[in-house]
């Protein structure tokens, strides 16, 4: 499966959508990524996330975790495919934490899932989490790139199945805002 056909499957199942959205990283943009509506064919996400778990290459993770809500059924499918345990950490109280059980060993080697990187900020937030219960972040991995010209600034490997440029605005530059079109907040992730 190539890139367009990679695309293929989010148009086939509604997931880009055309108008004016909020981000969770509070950026703008013109098109969003509902990967749910991909997730929610279990063939499919077992298909795209076996796609991703074999460009790994050699990353030697003991576990994979993602953030929820984006990340969980990529975390979960992805460590199906490499045959390992998958955790998620969650958002309560304000801050990214594990719950439910899950716990990370001192030295394990963590590989990072998430559907959607545009900021990255949601894996930074579970890289921390990693780190200070004594794990070790292998890498990240993706279902869909859109950081575009920013780096996301992960400091270990970046693998994601498709790349998508999609600009992205500040509220103050953004042109849909200066054009009164109105905005819309898809994610899962409230924002003030």
């Known amino acids: 499966m190539n890139d367009r056909q990679i695309l293929e499957r989010f148009v086939d199942a509604g997931a880009l959508l055309d108008g004016h959205f909020l981000l969770s990283s509070g ?4 098109r969003y990524l509902q990967c749910a509506l991909v997730l929610q064919d279990p063939p499919l996400a077992e298909q795209l996330c076996r796609r991703l778990a074999d460009k790994l290459g ?7 975790i993602g953030p929820a809500l984006g990340g969980v059924i990529v975390a979960y499918e992805l ?3 490499l045959g390992l345990p998958g955790i998620f950490a969650e958002r309560a109280d304000g801050r990214m934490q594990l719950r439910r059980g899950f716990r990370i ?3 394990q080697r963590m590989l990072l899932a998430e559907d959607v990187v545009t900021t990255g900020g949601s894996l930074k937030e ?15 991995a993706s279902l869909v790139d859109r950081s575009g010209d920013r780096d996301p600034a992960f400091g ?6 498709l790349r998508i440029d999609v600009p992205t605005w500040s509220a103050e530059t953004c042109p849909l805002c200066q054009d009164g079109v109105p905005l819309v907040k898809p994610g899962s992730r409230a924002r003030a």
């Open 156 to 161: 270990v490997p970046f693998v994601s199945l």
């Open 105 to 107: 060993a001192e030295g």
């Open 79 to 81: 460590a199906r495919a």
């Open 126 to 140: 579970v890289m921390a989490v990693v780190r200070e219960d004594g794990g070790n972040v292998v890498g990240v």
């Open 58 to 64: 050699n990353l030697k993770a003991d576990a994979v």
């Open 27 to 30: 950026l703008h943009s013109a």
